[in-house]
Nanobody
Framework: QVQLVESGGGLVQAGGSLRLTCAAS????????MGWFRQAPGKEREFVAA????????YSADTVKGRFTISRDNAKNTVFLQMNNLKPEDTAVYYC????????????????WGQGTQVTVSS
């Protein structure tokens, strides 16, 4: 199995940027496709972005396309979420997740989850 720890969240003004980091430990990182999800208060946890285990292919939700970029460094067992032009509606707890399946936006396919990091965007 794999353990995931997110960092990089915080408070930022609308239009600003943040870079989230997810550090993985345990089983070989390369076997996992990785994803980022987020959950705002009172809402379901939703897909943000995903990346294949090789890092060649990425997927993003329409709500963040063109603003957020997912990437990974397999040598450092790390996945990133670069968030630009942040909006108040991006405020949520952001979770990193790992799946031994193919990269997907389906939350139930992800077996391993981090504890989450809070992102707050002020208007």
């Amino acid at each position: 199995q794999v353990q995931l720890v997110e960092s990089g969240g915080g408070l930022v003004q609308a239009g600003g940027s943040l870079r989230l980091t997810c550090a993985a430990s345990g089983r070989t990182f390369l076997v996992y496709a990785m994803g980022w999800f987020r959950q705002a208060p009172g809402k379901e946890r939703e897909f943000v972005a995903a990346i294949t285990n090789s890092g060649v292919t990425t997927y993003s939700a329409d709500t963040v396309k063109g603003r957020f970029t997912i990437s990974r460094d397999n040598a450092k067992n790390t996945v990133f979420l670069q968030m630009n032009n942040l909006k108040p509606e991006d405020t949520a707890v952001y979770y990193c997740a790992a799946t031994e399946d193919i990269a997907t936006m389906v939350r139930a396919k992800y077996r391993y989850w981090g504890q989450g990091t809070q992102v707050t965007v002020s208007s």
